[in-house]
Structure formats: C-alpha cells, structure tokens
C-alpha cells in the first residue's frame, strides 16, 4: 500500500485566482494521474503526469487551464488556473506503485474546491 | 471510445447478498475493476477481473464475461459500513482507467 497526502484538503477560492494542489507519496510509483469528481458523481480523470516531461491530457481538459508538474517519482502538482464556480469540484491524484498492476489504482485524500 | 453503465442506486438489508451491474462499450477491453468509496472518503481497490470468471476475496466476489460486455460486484453478507459507492472501471489498454457511473449502495438495518 501508500500513503498519499494531498495539500491543500480544502480550499474557498475567488473567480479569476489560480490554486495549486500538491500530491506527495511516500512509495515509488510508476505512474500518477489527476481525476476530478463532482459530488455524488463518477472520477473525470483529468491528466496522467509524466515524470520530466509534459503531462498527457484527456480531451477537454488543456494544459492552460490545469498545468501539471511531476518533478520526480513521488510528487506532482495540479494547478487549476483562471477558476470559475465550474471548476468547484473534488480534485484527487492516484497512484500506481512500482511492482503492481495499473488496476490497483491507491487515491489521495482528495481537494475540495469551492470557487466563488 | 469507451462508456460503464451502473445503476445509479442499490438499496439492501444487513446480512444479504447484492449484486452490482457493470455494462459497458469499449472499442477494445483488457479487464474490469472495483472501487469502493465512502463519502467524503477516496476510492479505494476491491477487485480485478483479467479474465473471464469469478474472482473472490472474502465477502466480495467479482465477474466478468468479455462475451457480454459485462461484469458484477458481488456483496455477500451485507454489513452497515458496506453502505458506500461503488465504480467499475475499464481497462483498454491507455494508461488510466476509465471510470463507471457509480452505484450508491445503501444498506438497512
């Protein structure tokens, strides 16, 4: 297993400000990815950070509006940019550790975003 | 491209057994998971279907059938903390998985 810790775990924030989400693990991993998640709703996964390199986005999702740095195997961080109450949302990273499959996915504890 | 279907809610009693449905449509398949999540609280990993079958551990049993674009959770002996969301999500092969509908799962005394 991995412990994962995400800062901030909750956040208020004005329209037009940008926030940064940091998603640290204390086991190597083989890959991490954003998700986001409406409350009472499914995972929208958002990106898969790449270690060293440009993170690789879903469709609708660009990296002006959700920059993504993965500095080294076991940090990442999310930035969601320019926010309106549309991007009010739960926000998690989750892992695949080295040595398992990537369907055992383990999730941060999520960042709860509420945009004014 | 791909798509999970799962009945949006399942209600219940303690001690009996409930099978969650996962449907799905996906231009290429390599297996199912299920995840389990608490309100407020993250996903967390139950199972995984590589092959076509049944798979247990302990209370909870998953199925797949490739055949039929479908699989289930399994739920035996129903306990209160069981209540939870439940997602399946599909493996074609990208690196993420791709997530299910989610079924809120609502167990009764």
């Known amino acids: 297993s991995a412990v994962i810790s995400q800062k901030p775990s909750r956040d208020i924030c004005q329209r037009g400000t940008s926030l940064t989400i940091q998603c640290q693990v204390d086991s190597q991993v083989t890959m991490m990815f954003w998700y986001r998640q409406q409350p009472g709703q499914s995972l929208t996964l958002i990106a898969t950070?790449?270690?060293?390199?440009?993170?690789?986005?879903e469709s609708g999702f660009v990296i002006d509006k959700f920059p993504i740095s993965r500095p080294n195997l076991t940090f990442s961080t999310l930035t969601v940019s320019n926010m309106s109450p549309e991007d009010s949302s739960i926000y998690l990273c989750?892992?695949?550790?080295?040595?398992?499959?990537?369907?055992?996915?383990?999730f941060g504890p999520g960042t709860r975003l509420l945009v004014l | 491209g791909q798509s999970l279907e799962q009945p949006s809610e399942v209600t219940a009693v303690e001690g009996a057994i409930v099978q969650i449905n996962c449907t799905y449509q996906?231009?290429?398949?390599?297996?199912l998971s299920w995840y389990q999540q608490h309100d407020g609280g993250a996903p967390t990993f139950l199972s995984y279907n590589a092959l076509d079958g049944l798979e247990e551990t302990g209370r909870f049993s998953s199925f797949l059938s490739r055949s039929d674009s479908y699989g289930y959770l399994l739920l035996q002996e129903l306990q209160m903390k069981d209540s939870a969301s439940y997602f399946c999500?599909?493996?074609?092969?990208?690196?993420?998985?791709?997530f299910g509908s989610g079924t809120r799962l609502q167990v009764q005394p």
């Open positions: 950070a790449n270690q060293g390199s440009e993170a690789t986005y």
């Open positions: 989750s892992v695949v550790l080295s040595g398992s499959k990537k369907e055992t996915q383990y």
């Open positions: 999500a599909g493996d074609t092969g990208r690196r993420a998985l791709t």
């Open positions: 996906t231009s290429g398949f390599y297996g």
